[in-house]
């Protein structure tokens, strides 16, 4: 299941008519459908075609490969999924908040499946000759997002000049993916979870040593110290 290197185009077909979009969009579907019930091993051209209701060799003739389509399914999912993040990144204030819209977002993933896609990508990628690279590729929007970010929340504070946001970013996203994988392979999402709780309070801590603006949210508490509680 050889796959085109990046940025390689592996669109045949008759122009880009309002038709071969839809064929695309529904080979596309099928593709996510049968990563997620499948895995990457089952994820064939007839079993993605049957999803899509359409001739198996459409895929050959819209994509080049079955590798490329499935690249095309983490693309969409990744591009859906990067939306719905920076959308909730945008409603959170400082550092806490951002720790708890992670955690959200984590159980939204794990719900729909949206991790069972890459997951099977990367395993793929172990026996299919140019699948790391591509995958790998693909987490270089994720950083570039988390990076932001981190300066996000932490910009204005004493923080933002010992937290190399780049570095968070990188760490950052291999824990996350990792906790998901995790999640996604003995089904416990318990112990994520639990970490993550035990991040938002330290973040809390965090904005209030780093000076950031109070940033709490619901069932986090931070103890004034004794001359504050003196003085009330």
């Not at 099977?120 to 590729?137: D, F, K, R, Y």
């Not at 040593?209 to 504050?228: C, F, M, R, S, Y």
């Amino acid at each position: 299941m050889p796959v085109a290197r990046s940025g390689a185009t592996t669109t045949v077909g008759d122009g880009g008519a309002p038709s071969s979009v839809r064929t695309r969009e529904r080979l596309v579907a099928g593709a996510i459908e049968a990563l997620r019930a499948e895995g990457f091993a089952g994820a064939s051209a007839r079993d993605i075609a049957r999803r899509a209701g359409c001739n198996q060799s459409l895929v050959f003739y819209h994509f080049g490969s079955v590798g490329n389509l499935l690249l095309a399914a983490l693309d969409e999912v990744s591009a859906l999924r990067l939306a719905r993040y920076r959308e909730a990144v945008g409603e959170a204030r400082g550092l806490a908040a951002l720790v708890e819209v992670a955690r959200s977002v984590f159980e939204e993933d794990l719900d729909a499946g949206h991790m069972a896609v890459l997951a099977e990508m990367i395993a793929g990628a172990s026996s299919t000759p140019g699948l790391g690279a591509e995958v790998a590729a693909r987490m270089a929007p994720w950083e570039a997002f988390a990076a932001d970010a981190v300066r996000g929340a932490l910009g204005g504070t004493p923080l933002a000049a010992v937290v190399p946001a780049d570095d968070m970013a990188h760490a950052v996203v291999a824990l996350y993916l990792g906790l998901e994988m995790l999640a996604h392979l003995d089904g416990d999402r318990r112990p994520a979870l639990a970490l993550f709780d035990r991040a938002r309070q330290v973040a809390a801590l965090l904005g209030v040593l780093g000076g950031a603006p109070a940033d709490t949210v619901p069932g986090d508490t931070v103890e004034p110290d004794h001359k504050e509680r003196d003085r009330r």
